[in-house]
């Protein structure tokens, strides 16, 4: 029985049927097992109807009416796509995916000692007890994780043992090609940051333009005492993409989480951001932007969870939509009953640069606590006048003048990267994506 | 702070906790308990309506037993039965009116000067025209003939349905239509008797006008439904306060009211919310589910709701504007106070669809003891809706560890001359300002009465004189016990 | 007999000590001065002797005309007529100074069984307060030190010093942040509470101050324990030589 305001996803459980020799693992009896009983699970609960909260402004028809199945097996890919990705040059591991499956031909891992970098289906060999640990120990899962987790081929899984630093930005390409016209992408990553270690990662979501493709990722990663774990996520999907990425966070003490996007691509453009701070002292800093127009619409979609004292965490999203754009921020800030002295603030500003542009802002808080400051603040609206006339009294033409103050708008979130090539990449992305309108 | 000292040795000797506590002993008239179609033509035949009311009753009772109770808001409670309470109650006496206050019975009097309301008081200190809803139908109406001097009709909505039945088949249902949603949908099966309100071109209604609405009658709902119509360039300011007894069960109060202002109107809506919240430990109190709504549909024409929430078990209720007209003004000022078991779920909707249409939320939510403490709001800005402006300011302040304040907002704008802004914040009292209170002598009851007041102060501002007072009081009175 | 009378004060604030030891006797009539360098433990002087939350004494006592002051309230010590005055003085939003004053004076008088003070007699009293103290009359009407600059915030202290008309002033760092016209008016707000049957006490770590509000004695606190006393010539020889030159390492405090 599908949960009432969601969609039927039994034809999901016939891609599990007629597919599941492609995915990885399958010699594995209790992963069988895992994938048989996420499908039951998804298949009870379905896919989120417009009608569902927190699926209002993100509608999922087109996955109701057409069966994304599994892509097959790596196709080659000229190397000029990676090149033309990679942000940190040559330096750090790289882990590429190409339809949802690992190649080992493009990827580089780089060794260091107290790490370890493998991509998911070399885990499952490698380490079968730990992989089995981490995928049976996946709770609170949604029916799209219990999809993803039943259908994935992809992921990988980093551990970064006690003090240690990972020398470079490790990074990370999802990318599609042909072949993946009409299929489902799906991968599952782990990260495990032992206390007082230290990571950051870069990740890439390309696929070229007027593919139809789901792509449905998931990051579930762990923070211990102390550690400190920074993803840097680029979404540059086709045109035609449905894009969905969530990641899962647990802080434990004195932990600092930081995640930063950008969203600039897909048809449909969902991002999950759920940090539970779990640790006294626990730091979690969210910041993105999407770029939306004709064609496209982004939903960033944040769950912040307080659940012990002294946890500080700090959100900043803001949206840019010109013609035929729609976005939809849905921020959550939760503060438990034994959550004294938090913190939490959440921005979201928008900017709607010309007609037929839609924002949609929710920020939530749900307090249960009284010691704590929280606050939010959202706008939405156009390029302020005055600034503009300002710009085109010193020269600037009117177009120019508006680059200017958008790219300004975007740059605001980025300014306290400090890495330069990332923060450089993010600027390019924004300014490319502002060319083309 | 005197007067809230003043107020509650006031408490102390009237009844305890609740100051409206008590129970008018009077005969009452009433329709069997449960809701069925010979219910309500008995409401109606009661009432002598004509027979498009009757068939407008049976249609939205039709629609409601198709209708789901809502269960988004963030209120947890027991359903009520709805086969077990009695839909319609009035005083015996009812059946032959008085002609004047001397001959309405004594012992209603007293009990509306138990409230602080008597009415030849009012009449003759305040200038208010008062329309007493007690239970289900009007007794007494004050001023009416001040009023009808300048045009402007006061009476109860039965008399309405007789007198401007034209008018009533116009605008009844306009701005809340009945099936709008399961609580509306029963009111218009089921109202019993409310106010009706025309101002005609161009007057300024020359008194504040002022309903009391009171439960008194065990085991009833009370399902009011008020209509107010601002005709081109008038003005109109309505007070709405709203006590009821101490009981142990919960009752139910489901109203609906109407706000249509025509062109370069404006009607000024005020409400001192204090039905009884329950004791200490939750038990009885009133579940609030109002549906309230103004449509702006004039040009220039603004509507204004100022409430002070601060009793009810459970309040559901979210004044709304729809702002049609273009260059409109919608305003919800709101302060919300629950303490020990009570639940409020409350804010508004500012739909903005004319042009060059501006609206203003202020909101500001305290929760204490056990409480739990919701601002829900959408601020939505269609296509075509040039040049809007909204302001939305939440604020909430938490006074002990056990309750929680809560704010979701929506803000969809689908017109990029928009200029929308929403700040929130929560915290609870600063120790410093406490501190500093108790240090210039306050004693701490009064120091949190002190901040509080100044933390609403930009609502209370917005109230009547009058009411301003009395709400004033209510803060302390309600957040008694909170504290220490 | 004293009017104020410390003996032995050790305070606490989350677990750390920081008085450890003060004695201090303050008798009417007598303005006393408290001087030490920053994180000496002069604020939790003031606080404690208010009865500030937070602030645990784990020893000793404070007397105030005889009265048990440690088992009083907050509130209740500032009915018995102590006033003191905030470092830093705190924001209101949505209270007027107007309406503040009348409830403190009211609640005061009640503590002390009299009755409320009447509307016009109050609007008399601090209209003449605000125009001894050269404060615009408009400021009474602001919410209580919102939006204020630090001048004016120190102002408004003397104001409601003036009109809550205390018997012991406890005056922290009221100086720090003044120009001199400033400093000139607080000094002369202080001096108005000067009398046989009252006192003063003022926390400086400058001696600027006491050029105008010249102090009958003048203690050294350092460390939480008050390490020098003398007359005024104590503050000069400090203004001088510095806390060193009588012996105190002011970094190490």
Known sequence: MTEKNHFDGLNYENVYAAQKNMLPGTELSWLNDIRQSSMTKFVEVGLPGPKVEEWRYTNLTPLKSETYEIADKSPSMSADILADLTVQENTGSKVVFINGYFSEAHSKIVSQSGIILKSLPDFLKSDQNSAQALLSSLDKQNSLEHLNTALMTGGYVLQVEENVKLAEPIEIFHIATKGAEAKALRSKCFIEMKSQSSACVIEHFSSPDGFDIWRDNVTRAQLSNGSFLSIYSFQCEGSEVIHMNRVLADLGEDAEFRHQSLNVGGKISRTEVKPTLNGLFAKTNLRGAFLGREGSSHDVFTHMKHMVPQGTSDQIYRGVLDKGGKSAFQGKAYVAKDAQLTNADQSNKNLLLDRGAEANSKPELLIYADDVKCSHGATVGELDDQALFYLESRGLDKNAAKGLLVEAFIAEVFEEIDLEAVKARYLDLARKWLDKG | ?484 | MAMLEIKNLHVEVDGQKILKGINLTINPGEVHAIMGPNGAGKSTLSYAICGKEGYEITEGSVTFNGKDFLELEPHERAAEGVFLGFQYPVEIPGVSNMNFLKAAINSIRKYRGEDELPAVEFLKLIRAKAAELEVDPEMLKRSVNVGFSGGEKKRNEMIQMAMLDPIFSVLDETDSGLDIDALRIVADGINRMRGQDKAILVITHYQRLLDYVVPDFVHVLAGGKIVKSGDKSLALKLEKDGYAGIGIDENAA
């Open chain 2, 1 to 484: 702070m005197a007067s809230t000292l003043e107020t509650r040795k006031k408490v102390e000797e009237v009844a305890g906790e609740y100051k409206y506590g008590f129970v008018t002993d009077i005969e009452m008239v009433k329709a069997p308990k449960g809701l069925n179609e010979d219910v309500i033509r008995f409401i109606s035949a009661k009432k002598k309506e004509p027979q498009w009311l009757l068939d407008w009753r049976l249609k939205a009772y039709r629609h409601w037993l198709t209708m789901e109770e809502p269960d988004w808001a963030m209120l947890n409670y027991k359903k009520p039965d709805f086969q077990d309470i009695y839909y319609y109650a009035a005083p015996k006496s009812s059946d032959d009116r008085p002609k004047s206050l001397d001959e309405v019975d004594p012992e209603l009097l007293r009990t509306y000067e138990k409230l602080g309301i008597s009415l030849q008081e009012q009449e003759v200190l305040a200038g208010v025209a008062v329309d007493v809803v007690f239970d289900s139908v009007s007794v007494a109406t004050t001023f009416r003939k001040t009023l009808e001097e300048k045009g402007v009709i006061f009476c109860s909505i039965s008399e309405a349905a007789q007198e401007y039945p034209d008018m009533m088949k116009k605008y009844l249902g306009s701005v809340v239509p009945a099936g709008d949603n399961f609580y509306a949908a029963l009111n218009s099966a089921v109202f019993t008797d409310g106010t009706f309100v025309y101002v005609p071109k161009g007057v300024r209604c020359p008194m504040e006008l002022s309903t009391y609405f009171r439960i008194n009658e065990a085991n009833t709902g009370q399902f009011e439904r008020t209509l107010i119509i601002a005709d081109d360039e008038s003005y109109v300011s309505y007070l709405e306060g709203c006590t009821a007894p101490m009981r142990d069960e919960n009752q139910l109060h489901a109203a609906v009211v109407e706000l249509i202002a025509l062109e370069k109107s404006e009607i000024k809506y005020s409400t001192v919310q204090n039905w009884y919240p329950g004791d200490k430990d939750g038990k009885g109190g009133i579940y609030n589910f109002v549906t309230k709504r103004a449509a702006c549909r004039g040009k220039k024409s603004k509507v204004s709701w100022t409430q002070v929430e601060t009793g009810s078990a459970i309040t559901w209720k979210y004044p709304s504007c729809i702002l049609q007209g273009d260059g409109s003004v919608g305003e919800f000022y709101s302060v919300a106070i629950t303490n020990n078991h009570q639940q409020a779920d409350t804010g508004t909707k500012m739909i903005h669809i004319g042009k060059n249409t501006s609206s203003t939320i202020i909101s500001k939510g305290i929760s204490a003891g056990k409480a739990q403490n919701t601002y829900r709001g959408l601020v939505k800005v269609l296509p075509n809706a040039e040049n809007t402006r909204n302001f939305t300011q939440c604020d909430s302040l938490l006074i002990g560890d056990e309750c929680g304040a809560h704010t979701v907002p929506y803000i969809e704008v689908k017109n990029p001359t928009a200029q929308i802004e929403h700040e929130a914040t929560t915290s609870k009292i600063s120790e410093e300002q406490l501190f500093y209170c108790l240090q210039r002598g306050l004693d701490v009851e009064e120091s949190v009465s002190l901040i509080v007041n100044g933390f609403c102060k930009e609502v209370m501002m917005q109230l009547p004189m009058e009411f301003a007072v009395e709400a004033q009081k209510l803060l302390g009175i309600s957040l008694e016990g909170s504290v220490g």
